[in-house]
C-alpha cells in the first residue's frame, strides 16, 4: 500500500485555487472541459512543447501547460507542481507513460485510490477481485492443450490489445505463440461488447445507494479496434488467417451505445458488488471506472477487465450522455469528476477522494 502523506501536502495548499492538471492525452480534452466547467484553473503536462491542437479547441484547452522533457521526469518538479496547488487526475495513458511504479510513489494528491493498480496490473489478482464480487469472467484455459473451443491469448502489460489473437486448435497457439513473453489464455466469447462507465462516490448519498456512498452510471461506449472489427470487409477470418492475415485488437477510438434497460439492474449490481468488494481488499475504489463486458446470447455479462480511472471511451459524451441526461444535462465524466473535488472541497473531505 502507497503512504503518501496527502493530508500535509493539502495542508499547504491554498483550497480556493486548485488547479486540475493531467497530462496531455487520453481524455484530457474533456478533463479539461469538464474541471473549467466547474471553475477551475487547468494545467496540461505536456512533452517538448505545447500541444498545438488544443488552440483548435478553446474549451479543453489548459489554462496553463506544464512542459517536461519526458514524462517521468514528472517526479522532479513535484515541488513546483505542489506550488501550483496541482490535483492530478490520472487516466489509463499517465499511468502508462510514468510507469505503475512512478506513479505510485508520485507525491502529489491523485484523484481516486492508486492503491488500486495493484489489483488492477496483476491479471491474477484483479481475477481475484471481481469473481470474489461475483461477477462472471471468461474461463481461463491453463495449459494450451486442452483449448478446445476459440480461445483470446493476451500478453501480460500489451496495451490496446497489441499483439493478442486467437486460436481454436493447440495447433493454431503453438504456431503463433512468443514464449519469450507471459500471457494469459482466455476463452473468446461470443457476444456484443459494453463497456460501462461508473462513477462512484465515497461521499455523496444521492444516487444508487452503497453500503457508503453511492452510485452513478455515466455512459458506455463500444472500441472500435483494428483490424478485427473491419477485418470482415475482406473475408471471413477463417479464410484470411490461411492466408497468413491475422486480426488484431488494437484500439483506435470509441462509439456510443445503450443498452437494453432491461439489463440495467444487473449493470449496478454488478458495479455495486466491485466496490464494495474492493472496499475489504484495499480501502476501495474511488471515482470513475469502468467493466468491459462482453453479453452472450443468454444475456448474460462476462466482464474481462476492469479499468479503476477514466477511460477514453466517455470522450464521445463530453456534453452528456443518454445517461448522464438524467442526472444532469451536460455532464461529462470529466465534469463529474471536477465535481466531486469540488464537493470534497466544500466538506472538507479532499482527503475521502485523493490518494
Ligand atoms: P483487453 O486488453 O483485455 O481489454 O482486450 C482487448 C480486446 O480484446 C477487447 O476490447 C475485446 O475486443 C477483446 N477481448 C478481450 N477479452 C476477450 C474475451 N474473453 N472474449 C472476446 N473478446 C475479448
Given at each position: 500500500m502507497i503512504k503518501i502523506n496527502i493530508n500535509d501536502i493539502l495542508a499547504n495548499y491554498d483550497k480556493k485555487n486548485l488547479r486540475i492538471a493531467t497530462v496531455c492525452s487520453h481524455s484530457s480534452l474533456q478533463i479539461f472541459n469538464g474541471a473549467k466547467k466547474e471553475g477551475f484553473k487547468t494545467l496540461g503536462i505536456s512533452i517538448?512543447?505545447?500541444?498545438?491542437?488544443?488552440d483548435a479547441f478553446p474549451l479543453g484547452k489548459p489554462d496553463e501547460f506544464f512542459i517536461v522533457n519526458?514524462?517521468?521526469?514528472i517526479l522532479k518538479y513535484t515541488e513546483e507542481l505542489k506550488e501550483k496547488n496541482v490535483i492530478v487526475i490520472p487516466h489509463g495513458s499517465f499511468v502508462e507513460y510514468l510507469g505503475a511504479e512512478k506513479f505510485l510513489k508520485l507525491n502529489l494528491p491523485t484523484f481516486g485510490n492508486r492503491n488500486v493498480l495493484i489489483w488492477e496490473s496483476d491479471r491474477n489478482k484483479e481475477r481475484e477481485w471481481l469473481e470474489g464480487s461475483g461477477l462472471t469472467m471468461p474461463a481461463e484455459i491453463k495449459?494450451?492443450?486442452?483449448?478446445?473451443h476459440p480461445v483470446i491469448v493476451k500478453y501480460h502489460g500489451a496495451k490496446g490489445g497489441k499483439d493478442f489473437f486467437i486460436a481454436k486448435t493447440y495447433e493454431e497457439f503453438k504456431k503463433r505463440i512468443n514464449k519469450r513473453k507471459s500471457f494469459t489464455i482466455q476463452e473468446f466469447v461470443l457476444g456484443t461488447r459494453y463497456y460501462l462507465h461508473y462513477f462512484y462516490s465515497p461521499?455523496?448519498?444521492?444516487?444508487?445507494?452503497?453500503?457508503k456512498g453511492s452510485l452513478q452510471l455515466l455512459s458506455m461506449d463500444r472500441r472500435d479496434e483494428t483490424t478485427i472489427d473491419e477485418v470482415q470487409r475482406l473475408g471471413s477470418i477463417a479464410e484470411l488467417e490461411e492466408l497468413g492475415i491475422h486480426p488484431t485488437f488494437v484500439v483506435t477510438g470509441n462509439i456510443p451505445i445503450v443498452i437494453r434497460e432491461s439489463l440495467l439492474p444487473k449493470v449496478f449490481e454488478m458495479g455495486k458488488a466491485v466496490v464494495e468488494k474492493s472496499d475489504k481488499l484495499f480501502g476501495g475504489i474511488i471515482g470513475s471506472f469502468c467493466l468491459e463486458t462482453v453479453i452472450t446470447e443468454d444475456l448474460e455479462f462476462k466482464v474481462f477487465e476492469i479499468s479503476a480511472r477514466i477511460v477514453?471511451?466517455?470522450?464521445?459524451?463530453?456534453?452528456?450522455?443518454p445517461y448522464s441526461e438524467m442526472i444532469?444535462?451536460?455532464?461529462?465524466t470529466g465534469r463529474r469528476i471536477a465535481q466531486e473535488i469540488k464537493y470534497a472541497v466544500k466538506k472538507n473531505l479532499l482527503h475521502e477522494v485523493l490518494s
Open positions: 517538448g512543447e505545447k500541444k498545438k491542437f488544443y519526458n514524462y517521468k521526469d495449459d494450451p492443450h486442452f483449448i478446445e461521499i455523496q448519498d444521492n444516487a444508487y445507494k452503497l453500503s477514453a471511451g466517455t470522450n464521445p459524451y463530453v456534453a452528456g450522455s444532469q444535462p451536460d455532464l461529462s
